[in-house]
């Protein structure tokens, strides 16, 4: 078959989330979408703030060749500019400059760029599992082995020692993401300085320059913790973040890499972050939203309604004796199965209607993720279900 | 240097024409935008149809979760849907069917995606020149070799013959670009019949299977002829669409790749399709824009205005003796140098403020290419300059 096969596997070995995500959609039109407790997807169930629609209308004013043409590959100056001041208003006066900033279709986009701006064939990629599933298409794609380290199981911070352990010649990257997903973590201060110190550490022993990929489009959804600001702790460090989940855009694709002023290979790979993005065809972000970031950059997520679904969910298992990770940050919770195989968990919910994600998806064997980025009823509503479920056990 | 030298590489050393726009930027900066001829960039100078605004202003009333949230990756089953009814008004019942449409972020991400799907290590493909140089970044960012085959320099068809020598068992696809950048011409259907016939002789002789990819953001601006169809006249055709020049969105990105029901590796090419778009980190063309289409997929690009251009230049060029290729679309036109080195012919051009783009960029010695996407004005004001630029080579 003339096709290129890995795209074809990509292509059909769909990924579990989307599947029971189209399992829910065929299970709604049977039974009624209210009769579902579809825990599947991260899609935000809060509305874009208001400021986006405005901003959207005010464009509109301007002379359609000036707001639809091409932007520089980079991104419209005064929205690069816009990123970084508020960069700087929030993690000090070092933070960003506009030129260390690089808009792009997404986190998806940053990623993809990111790992194609740093990795060459051979290199290898830590990822803390459990980890989103698409790491490991995208350090695929772009030829490299795709390295799992199980987070701490107690506290799911990253397990140092377990890293320290996993690190090779090879090893040319680590993503971290916090606020988790898909367990609700924020990677404390000290648990980042201590990932540091070990990779100052190999720099010197194995000859190694390993960045950290910080994935960090949950960082406004949190819930009474900070996340700590990754460059201030270890230089080499690109950003990746995405207005997805913070203003709730996920479908438009905007979002920005950044290579903030500390990164020892600042201005290579600032070019190699240009020439990753140009390669894989992105020729720029979309022209309306970037502008809608000059107007919206600071407009504060809702978190409420995300903690307060937290707070219906947690409570709500709690009673029924559920163990979970208390989330930190982003609108999972990782629940703990009831068995040892979580897929055959998952079964067990799914004939009660009950949809979250068994967590061998994530690179971890034992939970599910439940998703609470859904509407209130729905959590309250599931709740009988999580109670058979939990009977069916006993 | 820890970083991808290909995509440092591809980041640092600019596109001509992109280094030629921003020389145009600058010095329009010193002397005063109506003293720079500026004839370099593609960015269309007709503003986006009414319909655009209208389209995005009734989307704005949609919740906003459904508004922005995440589409399906192949896109809105409406937009698809649209896009193939649109396909089958003009070409035919066969055209295409909404599940062979595949949205995507532009022509750009359309052909990326497309060699990421076809294309396997140790592949070649077929460029005809002179063509637009970002296809050998996204061949060879596919791990690709990048052959070019020089155009019938008289007609600027496909020089069929050329091509069939050109072949060799790593021969995979051949990139159709008609109407074409940056000549204007559009291949006759005789000139793609004869094509596909050398392809067809070739899969016997040789054992290969050749893909078209046709590349057709220019389809809709054309000067009184009509661009066939191509996968009627060639079924293993990949067809690659953008409305950045048709609706005059190029900031936007939203295009399609159509895998057409003649395809004889439809399902798995689809499935391929699916898997590029995924592993390159293209998670769904933008929301609103993929509404956009369901709104605009038939309103008419508004031609005239690039007509008249195409007029005003070609009259006054004729006038001053230059020779050019009389363009059939597109909106450029295709200039002999007046000395065999375009690049030096460019250097005089250039003391006179005009700023054409030396056709060496595009695969080709002796010609430039003159875009014509700018203001009556600006072609107007320059004809005294293009006067003195001949008068100097007498």
Redesign the interface.
Known sequence: ????????????QKSSIREIAAYAGERKAQIGAENVFDFS?G??????PDA??AS??KS?AL???Q?????PASGLPVARAAVAASLRRRFGEDAARAEDVYLT??A??????SF?????AGDEVIVIAPYFP?YR??I??AGVTCVEVLADQKTFQIDVAAVERALTPRT?AIIVNSPNNPVGSVYASANLTALADVLRAAEKRLGI?V?LVSDEPYREITYGVEVPWVPALYGRTVVCYSYSKAL??????IGWVLVPPTSP?HD???????????????????????RVLVDCVDVPSDVEAYAQNRRALTEGLTRLGYEFVEPDGAFYLWVKALEPNAQAFFERARALELLPVPSDSFGCPGWVRVGYCVSREIIVNSLPAWEKLAQSYR
């Open positions: 078959m003339p096709i290129n096969q890995q795209s074809y596997a990509y292509g059909t997807l899609n935000p169930s809060v509305p874009a986006v629609r959207i209308e509109l002379p359609p060749t707001l639809h043409g091409y932007t279709c997404g998806a986009a940053s990623l993809s760029i194609h701006a740093l990795l060459r698409e298409v995208w695929e794609a040319r320059e960045t709730s855009l996920p479908g438009e694709r290979e290579e790979l600032v070019g190699a972050v240009a020439g990753a993005g140009r390669k894989l065809g992105f020729v720029c972000a979309p022209a309306l939203f970037q």
